[in-house]
Structure formats: structure tokens, C-alpha cells
């Protein structure tokens, strides 16, 4: 009984840390990521302009972000792996899918 008790409080508290919403540094770190993405499609001569306002924009989607209306936890892990605009594209995907866009 007590093995029970034990294994079913494991499993909420891993629950409960998995979903909870990500932090400022985390979100700032997808923005830096999705940005990354953004530049990686345009020319040489665009892309720093490009990043600058992307930069100046990133307040309103780090709120929705620190809110749990855009990246979860397993979103942030993705993009953290990603190491290339493709694989970058793939998280992204997974995230537009699921938000139905």
C-alpha cells in the first residue's frame, strides 16, 4: 500500500513540473531560436534588420509564452535540440499544428 501511495505522488509531482509554464529566460531563449528560423530565410543584406525587429517585437510573444499559450515544455526541449533552421522548422511545426494554425 504504501509502494502505491509513493508511486502515485511520484507520478503527479512529475506531472505537475512537465506542465508547468516555462520562465522568462526560457521563453526568451524559443524567441531567440524562432528568430534564428526567420533570418535563416531571407538575404545576408535583410537579415540584420530582419533580427532587429524581430528583437524589438518579442515582448507580446514572451507574455503569451510565460502565460502557457504558446511553447510548452516539450516545445522549449525541441527547440533547445535544434541546432539547424530545419530542425528549428520541425518544432515549430509541431507547435503550429497543435495551436491549429
Not at 25 to 33: L, P
Amino acid at each position: 500500500m504504501k509502494q502505491w501511495l509513493f508511486l502515485v505522488a511520484a507520478c503527479v509531482l512529475l506531472a505537475s513540473c512537465s506542465s508547468r509554464p516555462l520562465s522568462e529566460t526560457e521563453c526568451q531563449s524559443i524567441g531567440e531560436k524562432e528568430i534564428e528560423f526567420a533570418v535563416a530565410r531571407v538575404s545576408p543584406d535583410d537579415a540584420d534588420d530582419l533580427r532587429e525587429h524581430l528583437r524589438q517585437n518579442m515582448d507580446g510573444g514572451n507574455a503569451r509564452c510565460m502565460a502557457g499559450k504558446t511553447y510548452r515544455r516539450s516545445d522549449y526541449k525541441c527547440m533547445m535540440k535544434a541546432n539547424d533552421p530545419e530542425s528549428i522548422g520541425k518544432c515549430i511545426s509541431v507547435v503550429s499544428k497543435r495551436m491549429g494554425h
